[in-house]
Structure formats: structure tokens, C-alpha cells
């Protein structure tokens, strides 16, 4: 595992204790040697991972749409900055130059970018570990939603398990690294040819 992407919040959410994790997170993969590659915000905790990684001395990569640049809303100080022209490409860029996802706390826009990759990953589409930092009990409610959709035959319990569920930065990253792929078929009820 040479790099890991993180989705975040553009917002620093309502607590400290979000940042701290995040400042926790960006410093156990850089002192692990592993390239960080994120959204490209200044604000928020995307900003934090970006202030993170350039004082761990971290390579840090950035992936924004050009709109995003234009309402300065981007670090420009980052290791590599790449500009794309949709949300759609910066995704696709992000899961080709990373081997792994984090998502820390974050809203809709992490959400949507964690369950891509979780969905490529449940599709076989790629074989890449996908974790939720889960700081301060925040992905706790779906973590809940997640068993019981597993309880009501939607998601297979492999696959809801193929989802690192950690509250400890080092824990984290070790578990990324010795994370593997299951080897089962997204559909049960499908019939055997």
C-alpha cells in the first residue's frame, strides 16, 4: 500500500476532537511512508489534512473540479494539484492513484465518494480497502443501517464486513494494510447458469 485516499468534510463538524483525528490519521500514514491523496480543499477538515501532510512532510495529492478552484476554495500549496472538469473525473482520478480509502467525518459528498468505491469493490470492479474512521462514534448510526441491511438480505455479510470500522489512527493504517478482498458474489439470489 503506497497511498491512501481520504475523503472528508469540507466543514470541521461541531467538535475538536474531528481535526485532532484528522491531524492523527494524515501523521500515522505519513510516518508509515504512504502518499496521501484527497479532495484538494483548504477548508474544513480537507484543509486540515492538506496543513497535516505538508508538516509531516507528506506527498500530498490534490483532485478538484475547476470550479472549486475558481471559488478559491482549493490549497494551492499542495505537493501535486490536479484539476479536473466534474466531480465524476476527480472520483475516477482519485480511485486510480490510490491503493486504499479513508473516510473521516465528512457529509453527503463523503458519503457518495466511500460508497463508489465500497460498490467497485462489492461489483469486483477493484480490490482496494475501504475504511470509516470512526472518530468519536460518527459512523456509528451507519454502521447500524449498514447490519441491518445485511439482517434484511441487501448486503451480504462478507461485504458488509469488508468495511474497516476503526476509531484508532495506527489501528487504521495497520489494518488497511493487511486488509483482503472477499471472495463472494454480490447477489444471492441469483441462480446458478
Not at 26 to 45: C, E, H, K, P, T
Not at 81 to 100: C, G, I, N, Y
Not at 119 to 133: E, V
Request: aromatic share 6%; glycine share 8%.
Amino acid at each position: 500500500m503506497q497511498s491512501v485516499c481520504i475523503f472528508c468534510g469540507s466543514n470541521t463538524g461541531r467538535e475538536a476532537v474531528y481535526a485532532e483525528a484528522t491531524r492523527d490519521l494524515v501523521q500515522a500514514l505519513a510516518l508509515s511512508g504512504i502518499r496521501i491523496v484527497f479532495g484538494g480543499g483548504n477548508i474544513g477538515l480537507m484543509g486540515v489534512v492538506a496543513e497535516a501532510a505538508l508538516a509531516a512532510g507528506a506527498h500530498v495529492t490534490g483532485v478538484t473540479p475547476r470550479k472549486l478552484l475558481e471559488r478559491e476554495v482549493v490549497h494551492t500549496g499542495l505537493t501535486e494539484l490536479h484539476v479536473v472538469e466534474s466531480m465524476h473525473e476527480r472520483k475516477v482520478m482519485m480511485a486510480e492513484m490510490s491503493d486504499a480509502f479513508v473516510a473521516l467525518p465528512g457529509g453527503m459528498g463523503t458519503l457518495d465518494e466511500m460508497f463508489e468505491m465500497i460498490t467497485l469493490n462489492q461489483l469486483g470492479m477493484q480490490r482496494k480497502a475501504c475504511a470509516l474512521f470512526n472518530v468519536a462514534g460518527f459512523y456509528d448510526g451507519l454502521c447500524d443501517f449498514l447490519n441491518h441491511a445485511v439482517a434484511e438480505r441487501f448486503i451480504r455479510a462478507e461485504h458488509r464486513d469488508m468495511i474497516v470500522v476503526e476509531d484508532d489512527a495506527a489501528r487504521l493504517v495497520a489494518r488497511l494494510r493487511a486488509w483482503t478482498m472477499p471472495e463472494v458474489s454480490k447477489w444471492m439470489d441469483r441462480k446458478p447458469a
